[in-house]
């Protein structure tokens, strides 16, 4: 288990990210929802799912929130060709 610090349910190599922007942990853009004007993001070192809004911060969201989002998901995630892992449990979710 993992402690995200601010974010929580997430890993500290994507919620560091956010701060470093770093090129090596940020997550996969998985896709874009209209309907919520947010990018989807995958985490490929712990599998967190992030929403990434045009008007908000960062947050990390559970997999059947990304799926409301995304309902073509599983396509969209396999494209990359990445294993993620389980997404850790997000709190409150
Ligand atoms: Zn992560």
């Known amino acids: 288990m993992t402690a995200g610090g601010r974010y929580p349910g997430s890993c500290e190599?994507?919620?560091g990210y956010w701060v470093t922007y770093a090129p090596?942990?940020?997550p996969v853009a998985i896709g874009e929802s209209i309907e919520?004007?947010?990018e989807v993001?995958?985490?490929r070192f712990c599998g967190a799912y992030w929403e990434v809004g045009a008007f908000s911060f960062p947050q990390v969201i559970s997999r059947a929130h990304a799926l409301k989002?995304?309902?073509?998901?599983?396509?969209?995630?396999?494209?990359h060709g990445i294993g993620f892992p389980d997404p850790p449990?997000?709190?409150g979710s």
Do not use: G, I
Request: proline residues 8%.
């Open 69 to 79: 989002q995304l309902p073509d998901l599983d396509a969209r995630e396999s494209v």
């Open 89 to 91: 449990e997000v709190p």
């Open 24 to 26: 090596a942990a940020q």
């Open 41 to 43: 993001r995958r985490c």
């Open 36 to 38: 919520y004007m947010a």
């Open 13 to 15: 190599v994507c919620s």
